[in-house]
């Protein structure tokens, strides 16, 4: 069963952020998926997986993080198609904003041409003179800070704010009550931790406050405990362990999402379950290369 995964959605194509659909390029995913496969709330998916009731063609559709966009232009194009997706939401951003890689990615687009010296967060002086070199920048910035404490982050993408003139993007996040409003739509929510902290980098007391709180907002958020999580980052082994797929499970979970790529059999470990994030943009690429993955039975996420 191919998971598939996904970020945003932009309102237009953007070339600091390639991988990222814009509107155009996730309705033809969609509209593609929905010929060919039969797409399941994730929920059922999962036990469905593990009893071996799954329809032939099943597949699910997730997304990461929480941003306002899955609500505003992702939603309506589900809905259209018929399509069903399960949002997986770090509830510390909901309503502040953007998250730290935001950030970066808002100030590398600001920055004059010209050299700039990163020598304090441990980068080469950049020459920034095209698209190109800004999406270096931004790469090796996120890559920079991406597994720091929360603190350290944060502090490091304020530096670097400090860098440009005038206010970055305030509302690139869901706001609570569109978290709420993605039930009502029809469609699922699921925890991502507060912070979206790479969990491998925390103590355990606090890898265990991060995903127990979320599941505590989230709760209170919608009425109800979700069920499902997915790992920031998502790693298998570098962003998480078992130890925190463990503590996913003691937190009341009943299953759990990588980023590690191939599709879910029923030998996944249901607390590593593996996605696909399609990142073409050719509609019919796509969709082949989700069948070859389903068709060569790549293998489920290995325990670590």
Known sequence: MPILFYHRVLRRSDTLLPTEPDAAIF???????????????????????GSGTLPARAACIT?????????EIAVPILRRHGLVA?????????G??????????????????GEIDLSWIGLATHNIHD????????AEFVGAVKYLPVERRLAACDRLASIVQGHLPADLMMTPEQVRDLVKHGMSVGGHTVDHPILASLTDEQARIQITENRNDLAALIGTAPTLFAY???????????????????????AAFSTGWGVATRRSSKFQLPRIGPRDVNATRFIARVIYNVGSARPAVEAI
Do not use: Q, W
Request: charged share 30%; glycine share 6%.
């Open 232 to 254: 920031p980052n998502g790693k298998p082994g570098t962003d998480y362990t078992i130890a925190h797929a463990r503590m996913v499970e003691e937190a009341g979970y009943r």
């Open 63 to 71: 997304f990461d993080d929480g941003y306002r966009d899955n609500f």
């Open 131 to 138: 698209d190109a070199s800004r999406a270096r920048l931004f």
């Open 96 to 113: 502040t904003g953007r998250m730290f890689n935001d950030t970066v990615i808002e100030v590398v687009r600001r920055l004059p041409l």
């Open 86 to 94: 399960t949002f997986f939401i770090a509830t510390g951003y909901l």
């Open 27 to 49: 309705d033809a995913h969609m509209r593609a998926v929905a010929n060919v496969f039969r797409v399941l709330p994730l929920d059922e998916a999962v036990d469905r997986l």
